[in-house]
């Protein structure tokens, strides 16, 4: 079995190295090819490409990469239409993967798409273009599917492989001890983004809120995982922003984070699935390039931005988008998340409940999925 996969991001090669699981089980001679990262490695795929060069979020700064990333993948079409694969996997990334995925389909190769793009928040009309471009979507949420029906797009409901590798119990104590964090302290974890431009446009007032909560609360501890290979942007805005706060920072580990966090600081997108799966309290932040943001709040549907929210239908954690994302209001919500111990237990029911509807053992669900579609 010989796969292509272009997965664009730390969180789209997440979700596909847990897919790879089941692929491996199913066919341990697995041959996959393409755009992807490190937890993709893990399990043989051959990267022609990181995944990094996909990692771009906002019309004006894909604007600035166009270039590049239209190349990559005039690139990636050529060498997979020259030997083609039994079937095409394009990992979340629509804007790249849903135009390769057109072609290769037209060219007779089996066009999957795992993960289905947020058409029930904003930009409806690519269910429309998925018709055209995919044979078959593998859905994370249950009510994707038939909003996909509805446009004559083939879908099935995997469940989200992050419910499966996050435990229900989530490891506090374990997880303090393998970082580092006494048990006994008060833990924020600060997620600012795993793109640059995330670390650009948010990282700033996450760090000067993390300096206001130092200031106010000396005795909390502070957590704080790095996407790879943005270390040392990272360390550079945290000295402007908070120096000489004791800022414990970690190689990836967003796991370990969140399970020993008493409640997160955490910036919009898959992340914060990941925190309300892990049970925890969080105060969502988000900022970008204004003219993005202009473009962006015209085609949203939905009052909600974070995931959490959106899947609960209700604001069951605070967000601040845009110029709401200000150091004090940042500080006031973080410091209600942690004080607020009956909201916590209130949230933690919620989240439960999620958990336990996501959780369908997806890796399996999705390798069923893609045999019977090959099979067709």
């Known amino acids: 079995m010989r796969l292509g996969m272009v997965a664009g991001e730390a969180s789209g090669d997440l979700l596909a190295g847990l897919l790879m699981g089941g692929l491996k089980q199913r066919w341990p001679r697995l041959v996959s090819q393409g755009i992807g990262g490190p937890r993709m490695a893990e399990h043989g795929f051959e990267a022609w490409w990181p995944h990094e ?24 079409a050529r060498r997979l239409l020259a030997e083609p694969p039994n079937a095409f996997i394009g990992v979340d990334a629509p804007d790249f993967n849903l135009g390769l995925e057109a072609r290769l389909k037209a060219a007779g ?3 999957i798409h795992f993960v289905c793009p947020s058409i029930w928040a904003w930009r409806g009309g690519r269910a429309r273009r998925m018709a055209a471009s995919t044979d078959h979507v593998l859905c994370l949420f249950p009510f994707e599917p038939e909003l996909l029906h509805r446009h004559g797009v083939a879908a099935t409901f995997v469940g989200h492989p992050v419910a499966d590798a996050i ?17 006994d302290a008060q833990v924020l974890a600060v997620l600012p983004g795993s793109r640059r431009s995330e670390i650009h446009y ?36 945290a000295s402007q922003h908070a120096p000489g706060v004791p800022l414990l920072m970690l190689d990836g580990q967003s796991h370990a984070a969140l399970a020993a966090c008493d409640a997160t600081l955490i910036a919009s997108g898959t992340a914060t699935l990941e925190a309300a799966l892990f049970k925890r309290p969080m105060v969502i ?27 609960c239908r209700d604001f069951v954690v ?25 909201a916590a237990s209130r949230i933690a029911s919620r ?19 893609i045999a019977q579609i090959l099979q067709a």
């Open 109 to 111: 190769v089996p066009a």
């Open 351 to 369: 989240f439960t409940e999620l958990h336990h509807l996501l959780k369908r053992d997806t890796a399996h669900c999705a390798t069923d999925a």
């Open 53 to 76: 060069k996909l990692a771009v979020r906002g019309y004006v700064e894909v604007l600035r990469h166009y270039r590049e990333i239209s190349g990559i993948r005039e690139q990636l």
């Open 318 to 342: 605070p967000e601040f988008i845009q110029e709401r994302c200000s150091p004090p209001a940042l500080t006031a919500a973080v410091l209600t998340a942690l004080d607020d111990a009956a």
């Open 167 to 183: 435990p229900l119990l989530p490891p506090r104590e374990a997880s303090r001890s393998a970082v580092g964090l006494p048990q």
């Open 285 to 311: 932040g988000y900022n970008m390039h204004p003219l993005t943001w202009q473009i962006m709040k015209r085609m949203r549907y939905q009052p909600w931005v974070g995931l959490p929210n959106i899947l």
């Open 202 to 237: 948010i990282a700033p007032a996450f760090l000067q809120t993390v300096a206001r909560l130092h200031h106010e609360r000396p005795a909390l501890r502070f957590v704080l995982p790095v996407a790879p290979g943005l270390r040392g942007l990272v360390e550079a805005v």
